[in-house]
């Protein structure tokens, strides 16, 4: 079947801009993540989404980064006032909720703020 | 307490050698202990995992061990092949909100030279 799909795959935008990242999960897996990987870095959980609620914000670095799912489906991710420090790769992984507990990641968008 | 720790940051191999990548934790809530493989541009793809009640799993050329007295776990590629030349990364699962969210290691960039 169709595996974790994001888009847009790159997204280059100036700083004090709005970006939108959408993920679509595979089908049937109710538990969504966001991940960021800056640069040479390991990733960074952002947040957790169990069907379209979110229990675990707490990756979240700051209030300009706000994310919502619908349908139990597509998320997305929105940055306000992107800053260059934003910059990264920013990955969707999606799971079952009652196990097993592997999550498959989405190809990432990569965000360059100018 | 929600680290985990990755070594080496990058690793060197000749073609039919064994690699060995090192993780280590603290926090003893962790119930679920993945191995992660990316190329250059691609989202992490899921390689090999492992719960704390087992000592070892091995799926092909690849192995984790599993040492909890210790709390540290590692990956073992055998017969290293050119093509497993990427970026590895260890993560944990669980913790104190159990989420299912993973916590990653730094990754270690293997070369595998021919």
């Known amino acids: 079947g169709a595996g974790v799909s994001q888009s847009p795959s790159n997204k280059v935008t100036e700083k004090g801009k709005d970006v939108e990242l959408r993920c679509d999960p595979i089908?049937?897996?109710?538990?969504l993540y966001w991940y960021r990987q800056s640069l040479g870095q390991g990733l960074e959980f952002l947040i957790y989404?169990?069907?379209?609620?979110?229990?675990?914000k707490s990756g979240l670095p700051s209030d300009r980064f706000s994310a919502e799912r619908t349908g139990g489906s597509v998320s997305t991710l929105t940055i306000q006032r992107t800053q260059q420090e934003d910059s990264a790769v920013y990955l969707c992984?999606?799971?079952?909720?009652?196990?097993?507990?592997?999550?498959?990641f989405g190809p990432g968008t990569r965000l360059t703020v100018t | 307490q929600q680290q985990v720790k990755q070594s080496p940051q990058s690793l060197i191999v000749q073609k039919g050698g064994i690699s060995i990548i090192n993780c280590a934790y603290e926090?003893?809530?962790?119930?679920?202990f993945p191995w992660y493989q990316q190329f250059p541009g691609k989202g992490p793809a899921l390689l090999i995992a492992?719960?704390?009640?087992?000592s070892e799993k091995k799926e092909g050329r690849f192995t984790i061990s599993f040492n909890k007295s210790a709390k540290q776990f590692s990956l073992h590629i055998m017969d290293s092949q050119p093509g497993d030349s990427a970026t590895y990364f260890c993560?944990?699962?669980?913790?104190?909100?159990?989420?299912?969210?993973?916590?990653f290691g730094q990754g270690t960039t293997l070369q595998v030279k021919p």
């Open positions: 992984a999606s799971s079952l909720v009652d196990g097993p507990y592997e999550q498959y």
């Open positions: 089908s049937g897996h109710t538990a």
């Open positions: 989404f169990q069907g379209n609620s979110a229990p675990d």
């Open positions: 926090n003893t809530a962790f119930d679920y």
């Open positions: 492992i719960r704390p009640d087992v």
């Open positions: 993560a944990a699962r669980g913790g104190s909100s159990n989420t299912g969210k993973l916590i």
